[in-house]
Structure formats: structure tokens, C-alpha cells
Nanobody, 114 residues
């Protein structure tokens, strides 16, 4: 059974930082492309960042230079370091694992106050 469990969300003031974690089980983690997505109220889910099995990264333009995705294959965990947070970063953040199919976590709320 595949499980992706996100943690680290919360309430932070604009300009602050948060670090999200996603612990994976039930998959061969090192072979999966891992990603973070987010969904704000009334909006579609959008890509935030991805990291491949070879550590190649990709970011949405809106978070480039502020967010950093990384992975620890020994811990089956992917991280999202979020700095210089803005109110428009407020959303539910979802972890994703993709190999032959895509799996999703349950999401963690990030709220940035102005």
C-alpha cells in the first residue's frame, strides 16, 4: 500500500519560511519522480516543484528563487524549503510520487498572512 504523508505546514507571516516534508512508503522511492503541488481555494491544482530520480529539479516560475525541493533516498523523504513566503502562496500543498503511475498525499495546509 502506497502512502505519502506530508507534514510541516502551518501559519506563517509574509516573508517567513516553512519546510514541508513528505515521507513515502510502499514504493521504491529512489526510482520515483517526486513533486510538490498546491491548490488554493477556488483554483486548480498546480505544479510547484519536481525532482527526478537523478536529482534534476523543475520549478514553477512563481516560486523560482524562493523554494527549494530536495530528496533523501535513505529516508524515503522529499522536502520543500519555502522562503520569502507571500500571501499568494497560501494553499493546500500535496506531495506526489510518479513512476508507472502517480500517487498523492493527503495534503498539508500552508497559510501566509500579510
Amino acid at each position: 500500500q502506497v502512502q505519502l504523508v506530508e507534514s510541516g505546514g502551518g501559519l506563517v507571516q509574509a516573508g517567513g519560511s516553512l519546510r514541508l516534508s513528505c515521507a513515502a512508503s510502499g514504493i521504491i522511492f529512489r526510482y520515483n519522480r517526486m513533486g510538490w503541488y498546491r491548490q488554493a481555494p477556488g483554483k486548480q491544482r498546480e505544479l510547484v516543484a519536481t525532482i527526478t530520480s537523478s536529482d534534476s529539479t523543475n520549478y514553477a516560475d512563481s516560486v523560482k528563487g524562493r523554494f527549494t525541493i530536495s530528496r533523501d533516498n535513505a529516508k524515503n523523504t522529499v522536502y520543500l524549503q519555502m522562503n520569502s513566503l507571500k500571501p499568494e502562496d497560501t494553499a493546500v500543498y500535496y506531495c506526489s510520487a510518479t513512476n508507472y503511475q502517480q500517487y498523492w498525499g493527503q495534503g498539508t495546509q500552508v497559510t501566509v498572512s500579510s
